[in-house]
């Protein structure tokens, strides 16, 4: 019984482990900042052409990162 303890303490660490993953992933460096924003420039909401000049980034995570930083619903 104790092996069922510890198995659960387990997944709850993982658990944690994949929210501070997920937490970093949406953290962007000022270089891709920059090449974000001249992306956008040149192209528009064309996130995915985007992505695809950013290692390791999806097109939904840059979505994100510029209508949470870039919102015009002042």
């Known amino acids: 019984m104790a092996d069922l303890d510890h198995s659960s303490d ?11 993953s997920q937490d970093s992933k949406l953290d962007f460096s000022e270089d891709e900042e920059t090449l974000i924003t001249l992306m956008y420039n040149l192209l528009g909401q064309r996130w995915s052409l985007i ?4 290692p ?3 097109a939904e995570e840059i979505e994100k990162y510029w209508t949470s930083r870039y919102s015009t619903s002042e």
């Open 51 to 54: 992505a695809g000049r950013i």
């Open 10 to 20: 387990d997944n709850s660490s993982v658990d944690s482990r994949e929210e501070t």
């Open 56 to 58: 390791g980034r999806t």
